[in-house]
């Protein structure tokens, strides 16, 4: 995927990402270079697809969490091979 879009489904990235809004995800930028603390990524885990920010980077590992802790599930760490693409824009 060189370009796709997501439709964010639940509340853990408000207030920034609403539930219902449509974001663009680009594969591009992690095929020459690593995410980076900030970064939103999509990522793949327990066969869902999930947005979050990268909070800490550590030994070739992202540790992501959303931004509203109120609505947050624990993820934790995930690998660069989990990660799909980053979040480059919403419409």
Do not use: A, C, Q
């Not at 489904?9 to 591009?28: D, R, V, W, Y």
């Not at 603390?37 to 540790?63: A, H, T, Y």
């Not at 509203?68 to 799909?84: P, V």
């Amino acid at each position: 995927m060189l370009l796709g879009m997501f439709k964010v489904s639940g509340h853990s990235m408000l207030p920034e990402f609403k539930p219902g809004s449509t974001l663009i995800i680009s594969s591009i930028p992690y095929s020459v270079s690593s995410p980076k603390i900030g970064d939103v990524v999509l990522f793949k885990r327990r066969d869902k697809m999930m947005i979050k920010r990268v909070k800490k980077v550590l030994n070739k590992k992202f540790f992501v969490e959303g931004d509203n802790k109120k609505d947050s599930l624990e993820i934790g760490w995930i690998t660069k091979s989990d990660i799909k693409g980053k979040v480059i824009g919403k419409i």
